[in-house]
């Protein structure tokens, strides 16, 4: 695996960069303007930043509208709201970037290499905000275990090459594991580029749900899913049906 860290370029501060960022978003009207502000910054370098909202009923696309280059609808799910972002794309890559998570501050600087490598694609470590000691054991495995395996989740901020990513027809319309099946075809194009200077990303669910019921949930579903269970059944176990 190609590996690239904070620290191996300096980007010159008048070039522009040829980035498109797709945010999907569901309900994201307090995540979003943290995300957003803290990309203007690229934007002002010509960084693309496209929001695709999935149907909020809060203030998601009032919020996100001065911030963005476009915000636009489309239908619900998350791999239809990015592929929905990434055909609007219009620079030479494409990221994709939750809105609980954010980019390091340095980015131009990290983007240098991937003019210079042979890598169409790849993702970030990542690191939780605030998180508890158990939690960041668990962040160390994640980070071991994408850069050991080349398989990387949508909290990593996966970036492809725009034209590979058409030519391999963007996310599978699955309602989960999208990120998994895009790493696996991705692999077969080249080896991913890591970039070991960390997105941060929010411990809501961790926090929500509890650290051990996400870690064995979440291991779980990724089992069940290598054995060959449908992203429809593994959506219903990720997503129960609230009790009336």
Known sequence: MNKVSENDSLADENDSLPLSIVIPVLNEAE??????????????????????????????????????????????????QMNAGAALADRDWVLFLHADTRLPV??????????????VWGFFAIKVRDAAPLLRVVQWFMNRRSFSTSISTGDQCQFVKRKVFEQIGGFADIPLMEDIE??????RQSRPLYVSA???????????????????????????????????????????????
């Open 31 to 80: 995540e979003i303007y943290p995300c957003l502000r803290r990309l203007q910054a690229l934007r002002k370098r010509g960084v693309q930043v496209i929001v695709v909202d999935g149907g909020s009923d809060d203030d998601t696309i009032a919020v996100a509208t001065p911030l963005a280059d476009q915000v636009i609808s489309s239908e619900k799910g998350r791999a239809r």
């Open 198 to 244: 960390r997105v941060e990303t929010s411990g809501r669910k961790w926090q929500r749900d509890g650290i051990w019921p996400t870690i064995l949930l979440m291991w779980r579903l990724r089992l069940a899913y290598f054995f060959g269970t449908s992203p429809q059944a593994l959506e219903q176990r990720y997503y129960p049906p609230e009790k009336p």
């Open 182 to 187: 895009m790493s696996k075809r991705l692999k």
């Open 106 to 119: 340095n980015l131009p600087d990290i983007m240098v290499v991937w003019g210079f490598t042979p890598s």
